[in-house]
Every structure is written in C-alpha cells, then in structure tokens.
C-alpha cells in the first residue's frame, strides 16, 4: 500500500545527494582550502547549497542575506541563483578567507560581506528589504534573528533555517553537543510563529524552509 512518507535513512540522504546537481571545482577547492586554513567543516552540504540556490532561482530573488558565512560557501552557492547576497561574519579568521574566495569567485560582484555580529548588523537592515534569509550561525541567536528577518524579509519571501536537526543529536538521549537545546527551542517557535509557514527539509542537516506569509 503507498504510504504517505517514508522514514529518511542516511541511506536515503546518500541517494539524493548522489542524484542532486554537484558543486563545481571551484566550490570543492574552496571546501579543501578551508580545511587547510582550520576553518571548522560545518558549511552546508553540496546537495543543500543546491537545493538553496534553486528555491532561490524559481523565486526570482534579488536580494537575500545570510548569517555565518564561514568560508563563503552557502553565500557563493546563493549568489549563484543570480541573488545578490550579504553575508554577515563576525569571526576575522572566516570573514578574511570567504572575503579571499569570494573575491575569486564567479559571482564575486553579487556577494557582499559584512563584518561584525549577527544580532547587531541585522537591526540595521531596512524593513522589506530583502527576498529571503539564510540563518546559518549561533543556535541562540535564532530566535532574535528570526524577528529580524520577519521584518526584513518581505512578505513573500522565504527564510531558511540550518541545521534543524541539530547536527544529527535532535532526539538524541542524551545530547553532547551544547547547541542542541537552542535548537530543540528554537524549532518549537518556528513551528508556532504566526505569519510564518514552514516545512523542515530533511536535506543536509536539516533545512527549515519557511514563507513570510
Ligand atoms: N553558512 C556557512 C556556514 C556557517 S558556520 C556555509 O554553509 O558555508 C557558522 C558561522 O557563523 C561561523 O563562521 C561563525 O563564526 C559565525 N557566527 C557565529 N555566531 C555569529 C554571530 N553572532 N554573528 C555573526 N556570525 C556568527
Ligand atoms: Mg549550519
């Protein structure tokens, strides 16, 4: 009998990122160089950026910007929908090597970085100025994010959310990684949000993809 869903094995995550359009050289040598320079391997996952830059391509945005820009990896994959992206770092180790790569890129003209924290650059962004949001850093700094985005973001447009799945440790027992409960929290507003509709995209470690109604 067809079900209605079937439960998401990493088998299936295997599946779908084999069969999912790849990164190209360049964003693999991008993923290698930031090994090499210690930059922590937490960007999204190929078939996420993928997958972000068509949702962004099909709306036609124009102006998206992005929390956590770590190496400029998700903000190169966006960009790469014909979005101009700002991506907001505040880390000068991360922020140096994206500003490198970026520079180098195909789509360095449509990509600008900011420096500086999320919680104090966002407040500064004008009302409805933007198609959409990538919420990419600090897992207690969400839910602060997300009001920001809900007034920054227009109506229509889209948030996205990683890592929803808390790095794998969601609904685990006994959780190790000290971020899991600001996730666990945080789910629970954007599944209550009103004016908000969402779906988590069980892609990469888990995309919430929400619309500004
Ligand atoms: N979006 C990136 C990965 C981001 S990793 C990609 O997929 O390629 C999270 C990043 O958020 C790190 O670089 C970290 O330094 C940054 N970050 C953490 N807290 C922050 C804050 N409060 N403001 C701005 N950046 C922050
Ligand atoms: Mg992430």
């Not at 360049?26 to 960007?43: C, Q, V």
């Not at 078939?47 to 770590?70: C, H, N, P």
């Not at 409805?128 to 007034?151: H, I, N, Q, T, V």
């Not at 973001?153 to 899991?180: C, M, Q, S, Y």
Request: glycine content about 8%.
């Amino acid at each position: 009998m067809a079900s209605a869903s079937s439960t998401v094995t990493a088998e299936h995550f295997r599946y779908l990122a084999a069969r999912t359009t790849p990164e190209d050289d360049f964003l693999k040598e991008l993923r290698s160089a930031a090994a090499k320079a210690g930059l922590p391997a937490i960007h999204v996952a190929p078939e996420q950026g993928s997958f972000m830059r068509i949702l962004l391509k099909i709306m036609g945005a124009k102006e998206v910007v992005e929390v956590g820009t770590l190496g400029g990896y998700s903000a190169i994959w966006m960009a790469r929908s014909g979005a101009r992206v700002t991506t907001i770092e505040y880390k000068e180790k991360h922020a140096d090597f994206a500003e490198r790569w970026i520079a180098k890129s195909d789509v360095a003209a449509r990509i600008n970085l900011l420096r500086g924290a999320g919680q104090d650059l966002l407040p500064v962004l004008a009302d409805d100025s933007k198609d959409a949001a990538f919420l990419d850093a600090d897992k207690a700094g969400y839910p602060g994010y997300l009001k920001e985005c809900l007034r920054i973001v227009r109506p229509g447009g889209l948030i996205l959310v990683d890592n929803a799945f808390a790095f794998g440790e969601l609904l685990a027992k006994r959780a190790t990684d000290p971020e899991v409960e600001a996730v666990r929290a945080f789910n629970e507003i954007m599944a209550k949000t009103p004016g908000l509709s969402g779906v988590i995209v069980p892609i990469g470690d888990g995309l919430w993809v929400a619309v500004r109604e």
